[in-house]
C-alpha cells in the first residue's frame, strides 16, 4: 500500500483538516493546525507531504521521525502541528487497514470512557455562575473559564477580587457537584499570579491552568510553592524535549499537549507516558475539532495517567460550525454524566462528513485570536 495523494480543508470556524488517500482506497483524516494560522501549518504540510507521496504508510514511526529529523531546524509550533496532522491520519489509516481502533495498535486501553469538561465564560468571562448551572444540568462534572482579562506584571487588587467573585458565585450556584478549572491563559505574569493561586484555594479548582507563559516556566516553583491547587500546563509546549525540563523539575501536577500541535498520536503517547514516571497526570488539551478530539480519546484509552478530556462542543470560539457538523455519526462523541465513551470504530472512530467538509471548505475561515492592549497601550497577553 502506498500513498497516492492527499487534500487540506480550511474549514470554519477555524479549523483545517488533511485527508490522506492510498492506492488501495484507504483514506485517512487528520488536523494540523495552530490557532489564527491556520494557512502557515497548511504550507508547511504541503512541504512535508511531499516526501510521502508512494511511501508505504503503515511506517509511522519511520515516517515521524524523518518529517522531524530531516529539517536541519525543527520543531516549533507550525512544523510540530503539521507533523500532527500527518500522523493522525496516518494512524487513521492503519487503524482502517487492520479493522481496528488506534488504542489496539498502541497496546490495547485501560478504560472505556474518559471524563470531559465544558467551557464557560468566553474570552472575558462574565456571567459564569448560570453557564456552570447548564453544563451541571447538561450531565458535566466538570467545567473551565478563563480568569482574567489583560493584567499587567504589577496590577490592580480589584481584578483579583473579579476572578473571585466569579467563582465563588459557580461555587453558590452549583456548590461541589463541578470541578473548575481556572486558566490564567498565560495573562498573568509571576507576581499577580502567586497572588491569584493562593486566593482560589478556598473554592477548592480542580486545577489552575498556564499560570505563566511556557517560557517562563521555571517561576511554576515559586507559584507551587505558594499554592496547594494542582498546576496545569503544556498546550504551548510542543515535543517530549519541551516537557523533559517541565517534569524533571517537579512543579506541574498536569501536562496538556495538544495532539494538534504537539506531535500527533506518536509524539503524545510519548509525552503521557513520561509524564506517568514522574507521578504528573494528563489533560490533553483539545479546543478544536471532531479529528483532534478522536485522536485524543484514542492516546487517552492508553494512558494510565490521563484523567479528564478537553473538548469543544458549545465553545465561544465555534461560531457557525461546531464539534458535531462534521461528523456522519455525532453520537460517536454522546457525552453521559460526564464522560465521553472512546470511539472503537477502526482507525481514529470517527467517520467524517466529506461532503460537509468540502461545502463549509468553499465557506473558509480567517480566524485570528484577539489583540489585546493595556490601557498604556503596550501589548497584552491573549
Known amino acids: 500500500m502506498k500513498i497516492r495523494s492527499y487534500e487540506l480543508f480550511q474549514v470554519p470556524p477555524r479549523w483545517l483538516f488533511l485527508k490522506i488517500e492510498t492506492d488501495e482506497g484507504i483514506v485517512g483524516w487528520g488536523e494540523p493546525v495552530i490557532e489564527g494560522k491556520a494557512a502557515t501549518v497548511k504550507a508547511a504540510v504541503i512541504e512535508l507531504m511531499e516526501g510521502l507521496i508512494g511511501k508505504d504508510p503503515m511506517d509511522i514511526e519511520g515516517h515521524w521521525n524523518t518529517m522531524y529529523r530531516s529539517g536541519f531546524y525543527r520543531g516549533g509550533p507550525i512544523l510540530m502541528s503539521a507533523i500532527s496532522g500527518i500522523d493522525q491520519a496516518l494512524w487513521d489509516i492503519k487503524g482502517k487497514f487492520y479493522n481496528a481502533p488506534v488504542y489496539q495498535l498502541l497496546g490495547g486501553k485501560c478504560r472505556d470512557k474518559i471524563k470531559v469538561y465544558s467551557w464557560i465564560g468566553g474570552d472575558r468571562p462574565a456571567d459564569v455562575a448560570n453557564t456552570a448551572k447548564k453544563s451541571l444540568e447538561s450531565g ?12 499587567q506584571y504589577i496590577d490592580s487588587y480589584k481584578k483579583i477580587d473579579l476572578v473571585l467573585e466569579r467563582v465563588s458565585s459557580i461555587r453558590e450556584a452549583v456548590g461541589y457537584d ?41 517561576a511554576l516553583r515559586e507559584i507551587a510553592n505558594h499554592t496547594c491547587i494542582p498546576i496545569a500546563t503544556g498546550e504551548r509546549m510542543f515535543s517530549r524535549w519541551h516537557f523533559k525540563q517541565l517534569l524533571s523539575d517537579g512543579y506541574a501536577d498536569i501536562i496538556q499537549p495538544d495532539l494538534s500541535h504537539a506531535g500527533g498520536i506518536t509524539e503524545c503517547k510519548k509525552i503521557i507516558s513520561m509524564a506517568e514516571a514522574y507521578d504528573v497526570a494528563a489533560a490533553p488539551h483539545c479546543p478544536l475539532g471532531p479529528i483532534a478530539l478522536a485522536a485524543c480519546l484514542q492516546v487517552d484509552a ?18 457557525g460550525s461546531d464539534l458535531l457538523d462534521y461528523l456522519s455519526d455525532p453520537s460517536v462523541f454522546q457525552y453521559e454524566n460526564g464522560f465521553v465513551n472512546i470511539p472503537d470504530g477502526p482507525g481514529l472512530g470517527i467517520e467524517i462528513n466529506e461532503e460537509q467538509v468540502r461545502h463549509l471548505a468553499e465557506v473558509g475561515h480567517n480566524w485570528k485570536n484577539p489583540l489585546w492592549e493595556h490601557e498604556d497601550g503596550s501589548a497584552a497577553e491573549w
Open 140 to 151: 458535566f462534572r466538570a467545567i473551565k473559564m478563563n480568569a482574567t482579562d489583560e493584567m
Open 178 to 218: 463541578l470541578d473548575i478549572g481556572v486558566d490564567f491563559h498565560g495573562r498573568l505574569h509571576k507576581p499577580m499570579a502567586k497572588v491569584l493561586a493562593k486566593e482560589l484555594e478556598q473554592y477548592r479548582p480542580m486545577f489552575i491552568e498556564e499560570p505563566v507563559l511556557p517560557e517562563n516556566n521555571e
Open 302 to 319: 492508553t494512558c494510565h495517567n490521563a484523567f479528564i478530556q478537553e473538548q469543544s462542543l458549545g465553545i465561544h470560539y465555534n461560531q
